[in-house]
């Protein structure tokens, strides 16, 4: 439908009166519309049906159903209820004219017609028509997009979650082989210095050297063991029972891999050995503590004092793990943005950061508390700007 092709618009002038209609007829044609014509209601009903035309205009004195009736049938149907009506009565009181508009229709002409007058009503509802047309596709097409968008930011963000979680792994793997490499190192040393000065050596000097070699080796089968019990717990993904205590210990040998958690973070663990073991998913609660581990590390990476305190505490309902630093900390204005997904001060893979400066993606947080919400658990944050933060990871004991 355009308005400004007049040709394009069906209009369906309904009137008992042939000579009413033999004027509008020769006058809309003669203005460019097509004209579709109906001498009783019934008869108009029917070329609704058949024509689909584009406005009505719709004489309100007929015999058998008169225009009030026809307009609220034309109402009443889905596939003719947007169809503007534009009354025309010699009835100029304004009740009929009240009828008129609570029936639907969108004006009221009076009759004897003036001619310019029906013209520029019609042209005026063809408009607005129109416009409540075009305005209707666009909702619909901004519907589609949006969906579509969302199901795109859905699955773009799983896929990123699941990068994430390789990337921490990954962070952590770094560690390990590094930290594998070390007691392989030894003992070569070792084998190379026992074969160079065997002559020279005594056997007590010897015996030193092959106790290095064992102890190294000692080193690799408990980074392995380790490492076949992370696999072994996380490969299940099943609910059961776990002591937090001891999976958050296990965790923390993975870090003793990573470098600055090493050699630059001050560690203080205190744990309540009293905690009761509560159903979880292993490979999820280890997310959450990786990730709120790595946050913690990264937020500490350049200051002087690092330490890390790790807390288990309890009481009548909840278990209550916390991860405290003496980090950056995080403006109180910020700490509700922190949960959003792809919110983060770090530079972003991709950027070129300074040596050393942490990179995020901004999931971790959203993650955790995703991942926390199916167990009923939650994260809860104090920090204060240079001074450090603490997240605080509640369990309830529902479940033990
Ligand atoms: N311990 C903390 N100290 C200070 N700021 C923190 C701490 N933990 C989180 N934040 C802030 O919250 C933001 C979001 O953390 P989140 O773990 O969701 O993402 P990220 O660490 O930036 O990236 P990702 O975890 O995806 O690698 C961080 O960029 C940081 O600004
Ligand atoms: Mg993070």
């Known amino acids: 439908m355009n308005n400004k092709n007049p040709q394009n618009n069906k209009i369906l002038v309904v ?68 169809i503007p009506v534009i009354f025309m009565s010699a009835l100029s009181e304004t009740v009929n004219k009240v009828r008129g508009f609570r029936m639907g229709a969108v004006d009221y002409i009076t009759k004897p017609i003036k001619q310019e007058e029906v013209l520029s009503r019609v042209q005026t509802h063809l408009t607005i028509r129109n416009l409540q047309k075009q305005l209707q596709d666009k909702t619909e097409e901004l519907a589609r997009i949006n969906q579509n968008l969302e199901s795109v930011v859905e699955t773009r963000t799983k896929q990123l979650i699941d990068q994430e979680k390789t990337a921490i792994i990954g962070r952590l793997t770094q560690g390990i ?5 070390n007691p392989i190192q030894t003992i070569l040393a070792y084998k190379s210095l026992a074969e160079e000065k065997s002559k020279e050596i005594s056997r007590e000097t010897l015996l030193r050297y092959t106790q290095k070699m064992a102890d190294s080796a000692q080193q690799m089968n408990q980074i392995l063991d380790n490492l076949m019990y992370k696999s072994k717990m996380g490969s299940s993904g099943e609910i059961k029972p776990l002591d937090i205590n001891e999976v958050l210990r296990k965790e923390l040998d993975f870090w003793q891999a990573n470098f600055q958690f090493y050699y630059k973070v001050e560690k203080q663990y205190l744990f309540d050995s009293n905690l009761p073991a509560i159903p979880l998913v292993y490979a999820d609660l280890t997310q959450v503590f990786d990730n709120l581990i790595a946050n913690a590390l990264d937020a500490m990476w350049d200051r002087k004092e690092q330490k890390l305190t790790l807390v288990t505490r309890q009481d009548q309902e909840q278990i209550y793990i916390d991860f405290q630093d003496t980090g950056c900390g995080i403006p109180s204005e910020k700490i509700p943005l922190i949960f959003d997904p792809f ?9 070129e950061p300074r040596s050393g400066e942490p990179t995020g993606t901004g999931l971790g947080l959203y993650s955790c508390t995703e991942i926390l919400k199916s167990f009923s658990g939650k994260i809860i944050v104090t920090s204060e700007v240079d001074r450090g933060s603490t997240f605080t990871v509640v369990l309830p004991k529902k479940n033990s």
Do not use: Q
């Open 343 to 351: 919110y983060t001060t770090k530079s972003t893979h991709g950027e």
């Open 15 to 82: 009137d008992d009166n042939p000579d009413n209609l033999g004027i509008l007829f020769d006058y809309l044609t003669n203005s460019g519309f097509k004209i579709l014509v109906a001498l009783d209601g019934e008869s108009a009903l029917k070329r609704v049906e058949s024509a689909h035309p584009d406005i009505i205009l719709l004489d309100v004195m007929m015999p058998k159903i008169d225009g009030f009736e026809v307009c609220r049938r034309l109402k009443a149907n889905p596939s003719a209820k947007d």
């Open 177 to 181: 082989v590094h930290n594998l490499k």
